[in-house]
């Protein structure tokens, strides 16, 4: 079945589990504390159940690990620059980087409520944002633009897209390896969930995240010590 098929049939445990996926995966993007949505995983297992408390928790915890990261890179570039240095002042004009506004944006657009509707527009907006940072950071075709936007389109309403993808591995519809092993994964999170009742399926589901999450964090360190 297609990610977006799947997405349409999920239940509110299974979107909020999808949606949560996504944004666990980006989190190397924003901040090195791996842990720092455990709480909210704890939320989907017990469901509807302090759902909106976990979620603020979550927001103030993710925003206080944030500040920490950037305030340690920011004494970092200054003690590397020599004394007396001062950090690089940003552009006018300049903006942030888009893979990081859109874990950002996968966060801000997270519904307090415990409902189908809510967690399946939230879900949506999440996996369409994992694929698009996926994207920017594969090797392989473009990073942006309508035909990249076309190409993961059609991979997410495709049965047959990655099937057969692994890391590493292009896709049968030219998507890249990053973006074909999100793919699997986004699908296979919601599967699991559908087949899984209970806690159970809510730690395979993380395990597979995580899994993706060191991924994307061995993308993201190979390409620092690459500019650096």
Known sequence: M???KLIAQADARGLAASGLACLDRCLPLLADDADV???LWAGVAVRERDWPERLAASRQALDATITATASVASVTAVAGAGPGAEPEPVPDGASPDESVVLVRTML???PSEWAAGPLRDWAEICSVAALEIHQRLDSVGESGGAAAAERLARAREDTAAVSDAVDGAE???GVGPLVAGELRR?????EILAET???????Q???LSTEGQRVLRAVVSRRARAQG
Do not use: K, N
Request: proline share 7%.
């Open 37 to 39: 949505l455990r709480p």
């Open 186 to 190: 986004q699908i296979r999170i919601l």
């Open 197 to 203: 009742d209970g806690p159970a399926g809510v730690r």
């Open 108 to 110: 801000a657009s997270a």
């Open 205 to 207: 589901a993380l395990d």
């Open 2 to 4: 297609s990610l977006v």
């Open 171 to 173: 896709g049968t519809d």
